[in-house]
């Protein structure tokens, strides 16, 4: 329904223009790039716990409420786990593939992300709200996805892994609340 990203610098859309031309013979190129931190289901917006509504008059339903309800729920359910998160640094370092990812079509080209403090806000935010299987908790990799599918000429994916480029680096200020229905950012939470 709903998903927390970290706001992306100008350098790595830089970046991922000076690699678009590499990235010929992928199904999907990605002209809109975003860094999840978590994503959100309808559980996270409903009144009441995440395993029942409580007053919401969609007990047992698995209709979410309308999206100004849902994303008012979302930020007040955001307050208690983003208390005193401050600031962090991260910092795209390099590019790599899920030869099998989760779900969708392979290969999948990604910028890697690092930082130690989006690693400890996402495993917070899977206590809060739980992890998705397969792509949080223990399995979540940040990274910003340039191209999938299709089929690449041989070596493009190895040369891409293997390109040299200088880290991008920059200090996360605020978390984006995105909602893919409108493909928009529907909020921003300062940290």
Do not use: Q
Request: include cysteine; charged fraction near 30%; glycine fraction near 10%.
């Amino acid at each position: 329904m709903f998903s927390l990203n970290v706001p992306l610098p100008p350098g790595v859309d830089r970046l991922a223009a000076d690699l678009h031309p590499k990235l010929s013979g992928f199904d999907r190129v990605r002209e809109r790039r975003t860094l999840v931190c978590k994503r959100f289901g309808v559980a996270d917006v409903r009144d009441g716990e995440r395993d029942g509504d409580e007053g919401g008059g969609r007990e047992g339903s698995r209709e979410p409420p309308p999206r100004e309800e849902a994303l008012d729920r979302l930020r007040e359910r955001l307050r208690r786990p983003l208390a005193g998160v401050g600031p962090f640094e991260v910092a795209v370092t390099g590019i790599d593939v899920f030869d099998a990812p989760r779900s969708g079509s392979r290969p999948v080209v990604y910028l890697t992300v690092e930082g130690d403090g989006l690693d400890r806000l996402h495993r917070r935010l899977c206590a809060a709200f739980g992890a998705v299987a397969g792509i949080e908790g223990d399995d979540y990799v940040p990274h910003v996805t340039l191209a999938r599918g299709g089929n690449p000429e041989p070596g493009v994916v190895a040369d891409l892994v293997d390109a040299a480029f200088d880290p991008v680096r920059w200090r996360v200020h605020a978390l984006d609340v995105w909602d893919p229905e409108f493909r928009e950012v529907a909020s921003s939470v300062e940290l």
